[in-house]
């Protein structure tokens, strides 16, 4: 354990096997089935195949790369309860760049089930980091912004502000 409560959320997943096994959801049992209405069974089994997700290779590989970059980012941003404090009130260093991993793709392919996965393994089980000094900041390590079809780019540029 460090001293930084985001480089330790961060270095939770190094190994694509560990990824797996965390963003992995297995199926939920529809048990007696043959005892119930058509339509019922339909809604069952269909929910609970909705409730199966197997990552693939390619979206374990995708989200070790997210959780590497947050993790280099936490490295350099917050390698301390101090850092951290002190960045919160260092204007310029809100200011700082960084890169927000953008996932686009045609319909049906997978992109909110990456995130979804990429949910379950960073949202953490605390919604603030306490800083031994009264100090307590919101925890918030996964942000989803949907930009649905625009007619502008001003309109884009609505959405992601209004985040």
Known sequence: MSDSPWIDHFAIASQQDEIRRRVGLPGKHVGEINKMPAGVACEKLEEALASVHCPSERECEIIQEIVEQSLAHAQVAYPSRKAMIARAYNFSAIRDPYVPHLITGPAGTGKTQLLAAVQRLLLPSFTYINC?????????PVRRVVV???????QVFDKLIAM
Not at 134 to 140: C, I, K, Q, R, Y
Not at 148 to 154: F, G, K, L, N, P
């Open 132 to 140: 031994n000094d009264g100090h307590s900041f919101p925890f918030l």
């Open 148 to 154: 649905e079809a625009s007619t502008s780019i001003a």
